[in-house]
């Protein structure tokens, strides 16, 4: 489920925002933003990409398919060899905040000072097998539950000397920035993206449709008729923000199924309870992104039961897989979409990507990586981002 409460927000010198607030009042910060989201432009100028020369790839040693397909993408995007970061980590989905910082992020860290690359990289992707979350209990201080891919933002920070406070939510100094290309001097972090799928032909689909991304079909985005307040609205907004001959806005009871030429898709996912289908029959255009209002759909990429199907009830155990009833991103990945986003654990709605942020900055010139990222309120949280940062629509 996507609870509708208010996260708690544990702020470090980053600039990331203002004092930690634990009321229902929003950071002084986070209003502004909220306040100008609904005044952001339809059209938004182009901006400049970069390049492979600005990617760290880093591929897991101890996993074949890490390692296939960081092969497969260093090809594909001609990425340096000296941008390839192998590590020993353990091939579970799920590992220790000590693992994580010993197996995981030293060894990445080593990679860029050891590289010289730690202004050089703006984008750091990780690969199937990687490690995906981190899950200890939960200490004074606040949550140690992260994704690690949310967790390595908060790399160059450390790298170059800032102070980081952790355990704890941060806010994202990118949140919001549609239209401005992304750099350390303003933003002192790096974007985190995710190759992976449900075995290396999904990953392999994904890198290829990243390379010959589209600009052209349609907008679906489709509202819980039993909802109201914010997921609804940032729906919503985001038709309001786009060429109207390009969005589907389905706000009836109805669920969306086998649309064709899809380059966008927002919605509650299995949080809406008509949806009965695991898998929704669409046609993507390459280059077609997804993110919904779910609490774990980014829990794993282990395949399930051809027989399972997703259930918006909690009740019954045994209708789950990978510890929840809820759809899946691999599952999009494998119909074929290009980006997505997803959640290893419990983001809360407030933790989402806004549609309204992602959806225009995508179609407006951004990268893959900067359109999830500009939409993102928070870092070292739940969030993941699937896909090649690179990924560009033409």
Known sequence: MIRLVEVTVRISRLGFGAND?????????????????????ACIPAVPGQTSENVLLV?????????????????????????????????????????????????????????????????IVTTLEVPLKIDDPPSPAGPQMAS???????????????????????NNPYFGKKGIPFNH???????????????????????DRSLTAVNRGRIVLDLKSSASGDGNDWLRETARLLPKERVFLEDSANVVYSERDVIAYASWGSNDPKRERRMLGFRWLPGGIMSEF???????????????????????????FAGAPQTLTADYVHEGVTGASGHVYEPYLRGTPRPQLLIPAYLGGQNLAESFYCAIPYVSWMNIVVGDPLCKLK
């Open 185 to 207: 001097q303003r933003f002192p972090m790096y974007l985190v993206t995710r190759l992976a799928g449900y075995d290396f032909d999904d990953v392999r689909g994904l890198i």
């Open 59 to 123: 591929v897991n040693q101890t996993s074949s398919v890490s390692r296939r397909i960081g092969d497969y993408y260093t090809q594909r995007r001609h990425v340096p060899l000296a941008n390839v970061c192998r590590i020993p980590a353990p091939s579970d989905e799920v590992i220790s905040r000590e693992i994580y910082s010993k197996q995981v992020e030293a060894p990445i860290a080593r990679c860029l000072a050891g590289g010289k690359l730690v202004e050089k990289i703006l984008y």
């Open 21 to 41: 607030r634990r009321h229902r009042d929003p950071p002084r910060r986070f209003s502004r933003w909220f306040h100008t989201l609904f005044s952001v432009a």
């Open 294 to 320: 779910v609490s774990t759909n980014g829990r794993t990429f282990k395949r399930p039961p051809p027989a399972w199907n997703i259930t918006p009830h909690w009740k019954d155990p045994t209708s789950f």
């Open 148 to 170: 690690v891919d949310s967790e390595l933002t908060l790399l160059y920070a450390r790298l170059t000397g800032r102070k980081v406070t952790l355990p704890g939510v941060l």
